[in-house]
T-cell receptor, first 113, second 115 residues
C-alpha cells in the first residue's frame, strides 16, 4: 500500500517568504508527527496530532511555525517569514496510535536563501 | 532531559566485517529503544526495537540488546554487506508522563561498506 508522502520534496525560499509543507499520512493512521532534521543531525520533534487535535506543539521553535490537520488526515506545516536557520529537512511520520510504529515520509528539504 | 548519544561517523568497513555502532541514552523511567536506518534517497525505516531491559531486538542480521545497567543499546552485525551502507539512528521514546511516543534521536552514524 501507499506509504507516507510529502510535498514538495524540495523547496527553496527567499528569507522572509512564507512556505507550506504538506504531509499525506497512511490511510487510517490516527497519529501524525512532524520532525525537523538539520544537516548532520538527527530529527527533532516539532509537533503531534491525534486525528485533528494538535495535542503537543512543544517542539515548535517559534511562533512562526504553525501546523494543522483539519480533517484528521492531511497535515500542513506552515512557516512564516522564513529565516536561514529554518533550512532543514522536515519529516512527517504517521502511526496507528500512540507508541505504535511510526512510518516516515521522504521529507521536504527546505533551503532558505 | 531525555537524550541519545551515538558514536560519530563516518564508519567505513570492508564487506563481511563485524559492525558495532555504540548508543547510550539518558532518560527517566523506562524508555523504549529503537534503531532506524536511512538508505540513500529513502525515508527513515524502523530497523529494530526493544521495549524493556534485557530485550534483544533483531532484524536483517542486526541485533541490539537493551542494557539498563549501562544505559546502552549498541547495534551489531556479524557480517556487513555493501547494501548495509546507510545512516543509522538510535532513538528512544518515553512510555509515560504524557508522552505520546514522539521519538528522540541521536545524531546518526553514516556507515559505508566497501566491496
Amino acid at each position: 500500500g501507499a506509504g507516507v508522502s510529502q510535498s514538495p520534496r524540495y523547496k527553496v525560499a527567499k528569507r522572509g517568504q512564507d512556505v507550506a509543507l504538506r504531509c499525506d499520512p497512511i490511510s487510517g493512521h490516527v497519529s501524525l508527527f512532524w520532525y525537523q532534521q538539520a544537516l548532520g543531525q538527527g530529527p527533532e520533534f516539532l509537533t503531534y496530532f491525534q486525528n485533528e487535535a494538535q495535542l503537543d506543539k512543544s517542539g515548535l521553535p517559534s511562533d512562526r511555525f504553525f501546523a494543522e490537520r483539519p480533517e484528521g488526515s492531511v497535515s500542513t506545516l506552515k512557516i512564516q517569514r522564513t529565516q536561514q536557520e529554518d533550512s532543514a529537512v522536515y519529516l512527517c511520520a504517521s502511526s496507528l496510535g500512540d507508541f505504535r510504529e511510526q512510518y516516515f515520509g521522504p521529507g521536504t528539504r527546505l533551503t532558505v536563501t | 532531559g531525555n537524550s541519545v548519544t551515538q558514536m560519530e561517523g563516518p564508519v567505513t568497513l570492508s564487506e563481511e566485517a563485524f559492525l558495532t555502532i555504540n548508543c547510550t541514552y539518558t532518560a527517566t523511567g523506562y524508555p523504549s529503544l529503537f534503531w532506524y536506518v536511512q538508505y540513500p534517497g529513502e525515508g527513515l525505516q524502523l530497523l529494530l526495537k526493544a521495549t524493556k531491559a534485557d530485550d534483544k531486538g533483531s532484524n536483517k542480521g542486526f541485533e541490539a540488546t537493551y542494557r539498563k545497567e549501562t544505559t546502552s543499546f549498541h547495534l551489531e552485525k556479524g557480517s556487513v554487506q555493501v547494501s548495509d551502507s546507510a545512516v543509522y539512528f538510535c532513538a528512544l521514546t518515553q512510555t509515560y508522563g504524557g508522552s505520546q511516543g514522539n521519538l528522540i534521536f541521536g545524531k546518526g552514524t553514516k556507515l559505508s561498506v566497501k566491496p
